[in-house]
Structure formats: structure tokens, C-alpha cells
């Protein structure tokens, strides 16, 4: 192991952010975790992190609305997709795929993802 690899391992920290039947399907929480601003997402029951920061401009991205949205059609029908999948930027609408932190509008931007894992029979860790 490299003394590089070591140092990142060494700096990697945990956080014990709250119990799964805290955050029900479709709500966030959004908390301070060792200086940095993070968005605590449960979509559809799957847990997600994100840096509460907007690739785009700098907005408080996970204050948005999560949502879905319509999805390009050359027929001229409405194709609705993402849904509750998507946190959209209160600043300029920019949209992000919440799993992933993919940005629609551009895809060279990506919002800073963070994992999780829920531990010890219902807490959910944010990793750092």
C-alpha cells in the first residue's frame, strides 16, 4: 500500500446521522458534517449523500425541490421520468440525478456524491 492510499484511508470518517425511521421515502436532512454542508437524501428507500453545492453556481443545491422532469420527445408527448430522483438547484433550476449527482443541463458537471450505509440495525452513516 502506498503511503498516498494509507493517508486517504486514515482520513476517511464516519457519521452517524440519524435512525432510518427518521427520514421517510422522499425527505432529506441536511446537516454539517465536519465543516461541510450535506444533503441527506432517502429516495424510494435507498439512502443518498450530497455536498450541498451546486456545480453550476455555487446555490445551496440539496435546499432545491426534488422532482422529476420531462424528458426530451420528437413526437411531441409528454414523457415524464426521474421521479422524486432529482434535486433541482433554487438558483437557476440546474437538475441532478440525487444517486449520482449527474447533472442534466451539463453533463462535464457532477455534483460531489458521498457514501452511505446504514449500520448497526437502522443507523444511516454518511462516509467523508
Same mark, same amino acid.
Given at each position: 500500500?502506498?503511503? &498516498?492510499?494509507? +493517508?486517504?484511508?486514515?482520513?476517511?470518517? &464516519? /457519521?452517524? =446521522?440519524?435512525?432510518?425511521?427518521?427520514?421517510?421515502?422522499?425527505?432529506?436532512? @441536511?446537516?454539517?458534517?465536519?465543516? +461541510?454542508? @450535506?444533503?441527506? /437524501?432517502? %429516495?424510494?428507500?435507498? /439512502?443518498?449523500?450530497?455536498?450541498?453545492?451546486?456545480?453550476?453556481?455555487?446555490?445551496?443545491?440539496?435546499?432545491?425541490? %426534488?422532482?422529476?422532469?420531462?424528458?426530451?420527445?420528437?413526437?411531441?408527448? /409528454?414523457?415524464?421520468?426521474? #421521479? #422524486?430522483?432529482?434535486?433541482? *438547484?433554487?438558483?437557476?433550476?440546474? #437538475?441532478?440525478? %440525487?444517486?449520482?449527482? +449527474? *447533472?442534466?443541463?451539463?453533463?462535464?458537471?457532477?455534483? +460531489?456524491?458521498? &457514501?452511505?450505509?446504514?449500520?448497526?440495525?437502522?443507523? =444511516?452513516?454518511?462516509? %467523508?
Amino acid at each position: 500500500m502506498t503511503d &498516498q492510499v494509507a +493517508k486517504k484511508r486514515r482520513s476517511h470518517k &464516519q /457519521f452517524v =446521522v440519524c435512525k432510518v425511521a427518521d427520514l421517510s421515502p422522499g425527505q432529506r436532512k @441536511i446537516v454539517d458534517l465536519d465543516g +461541510k454542508c @450535506i444533503g441527506l /437524501f432517502n %429516495i424510494k428507500g435507498q /439512502f443518498y449523500a450530497l455536498l450541498n453545492y451546486c456545480p453550476h453556481n455555487g446555490g445551496a443545491l440539496c435546499q432545491g425541490p %426534488i422532482t422529476g422532469t420531462a424528458l426530451p420527445t420528437e413526437d411531441y408527448e /409528454f414523457v415524464y421520468s426521474y #421521479e #422524486e430522483a432529482l434535486v433541482r *438547484c433554487g438558483w437557476h433550476g440546474w #437538475e441532478f440525478e %440525487i444517486a449520482t449527482g +449527474k *447533472c442534466l443541463v451539463d453533463t462535464k458537471l457532477k455534483a +460531489k456524491t458521498y &457514501q452511505v450505509t446504514v449500520e448497526n440495525g437502522g443507523d =444511516v452513516v454518511v462516509h %467523508i
